[in-house]
């Protein structure tokens, strides 16, 4: 710290809400800058289990202040029953939890679409989680979004709405949707409105004066590298900025200003949902790192595909966010395996190719080039010191760092806090 940011590395579901739970009982501001309740990170604590999706992972260090910022955007049904929960369990959020009204919001409509346009793309959907969020970013860039200053403003919002109703009604209906009723929605939404009310604040001018102040920052990425919607596996992609220098746009805080950057790595490869997938297995040890690993989503409980270790994307996510460091989740998934591959590189009709030299198709079409190394056969849960790992796993991370180049700090080794070892 003073300014970290802890980002995925792969296509989300690196166990970034453990790592973040990790690093926040350091941190004086926790802030989600990107992205909406689609991302979803499990936090396992004394307090029990949450499966946390718009408010910030850090939440649960004791003098750690949450902010979601403007780059997110806002479900607000979720975010109430995210509150609710946490109250129950026995915390108090008043002045520890503050929300941007520039957030954008997340209308019925934009859940009914995301699911109608996957409907009528058939095999080509993108497999989407059906939240409303690519519908939602899209209405922010085409000007049509209504945000959370506009729902402060009874009036104002009730006149956004009806504009908007016109036109999503008849896409509605083309699409074979019934459609809304601007005052069911009215209705809905000032309900919601008057459970966030008290944690509405733009939290900017606290992110300056901490920043001023040297006051220790944490920034939750909350998707992977190659879900960027420019970087990634487009158009398997979510419909936000996740590298580093979207905490600019999102958050505010100027990129120079950002001097450690975590890149999260699980220890094999998952993805959930549609897309190229280069390392992916289909065989026997592919269901082994499923039910080993516990490989269903936070958010839509989808089985995750799973696969080797690709160092080639690794490398290039490093790269283009600039990685300090790098945490190693989910080792002890591996603990059984007689034999564990790293993929190395790509080739391309006998050629060597990188990630960036195409796009989807293009990674569809490459061939992984593989690295075998030994298992250990030994159980590595729990482990907190590095001296005590299985010297073949420590081959194995250290084959990592030099694949990538980028030290392995962190290394977890089970669900919980304090099954983690730093190096």
């Known amino acids: 710290m003073p300014v970290s940011i802890v980002i995925g590395s792969q296509w989300g579901d ?4 453990k790592i973040i739970d990790y690093l926040s009982k350091s941190a004086d501001f926790v802030v989600r800058y990107h992205g909406g309740n689609n991302a979803g990170h499990t936090v396992i604590n004394e307090y029990g289990k949450f499966p946390m999706h718009l408010v910030p992972s850090g939440i649960f260090a004791k003098k750690a202040k949450a902010l979601i910022t403007a780059g997110v955007v806002l479900d607000l049904e979720v975010l109430v029953s995210e509150i609710e929960a946490l109250e129950k369990a026995g915390f108090n959020l008043k002045n520890r939890l503050f929300i941007s009204p520039r957030c954008h919001l997340i209308l019925p409509y934009h859940k009914i679409l995301d ?9 080509a959907k993108t497999g989407t989680t059906g939240r409303g969020i690519g519908p939602a970013y899209a209405d922010k860039v085409s000007y049509n979004g209504i945000r959370l200053h506009d729902l402060l403003e009874r009036k ?12 999503k009604n008849k896409i509605l209906k083309a699409l074979g949707g019934r459609p809304l009723s601007q005052k069911q929605i009215e209705e809905e939404f000032l309900i919601l409105r008057k459970k966030i009310l008290p944690y509405i604040t733009e939290p900017y001018p606290k992110l300056t004066k901490a920043i001023k102040d040297k006051q220790n920052i944490l920034l939750e990425g909350a998707h992977g590298v190659f879900l960027d919607t420019d970087w990634g ?16 746009a999102g958050a505010g805080i100027p990129p120079q200003k950002i001097n450690q950057v975590i890149g999260v790595v699980k220890a094999y490869t998952t993805r959930v949902g549609a897309g190229p997938f280069p390392t992916e297995l289909f065989d026997k040890q592919g269901e082994t790192l499923r039910k080993a690993g516990g490989e269903f989503g936070t958010t839509t409980g989808r089985p995750r595909r799973c696969g080797w270790f690709d160092a080639e994307l690794i490398r290039f996510a490093a790269a283009i966010g600039g990685f300090t460091e790098i945490a190693l989740t989910k080792l002890d998934v591996l603990d059984e395996l007689k034999e564990i591959k790293i993929c190395t590189s790509y080739t391309l009709n ?13 990674l569809t079409e490459i061939k992984p080039v593989y690295k075998t190394l030994n298992g250990w056969h030994e159980k590595t849960r729990g482990i907190t010191k590095y001296e005590d790992l299985p010297i073949t796993a420590k081959r194995y991370i250290e084959e990592i760092e030099k694949q990538i180049g980028v030290t392995v700090r962190y290394i977890s080794t089970g669900p919980d806090r304090k099954d983690i070892i730093v190096r």
């Not at 690196?14 to 809400?17: I, T």
């Not at 919002?157 to 036109?167: G, N």
């Not at 596996?233 to 600019?248: D, E, H």
Request: cysteine-free; proline content about 4%; charged content about 25%.
């Open 350 to 362: 006998g050629k060597k190719v990188s990630y960036f030299d195409g796009g989807s198709v293009f």
């Open 233 to 248: 596996t487009y158009p398997f992609v979510t419909a936000s900025t996740i590298l580093p220098g979207g905490a600019n």
């Open 115 to 123: 699911k109608l346009y996957e409907e009528v793309k058939g095999k």
């Open 156 to 167: 104002q919002f009730s006149d956004r709405l009806a504009l908007q109703l016109k036109i």
């Open 14 to 17: 690196e166990g970034k809400g």
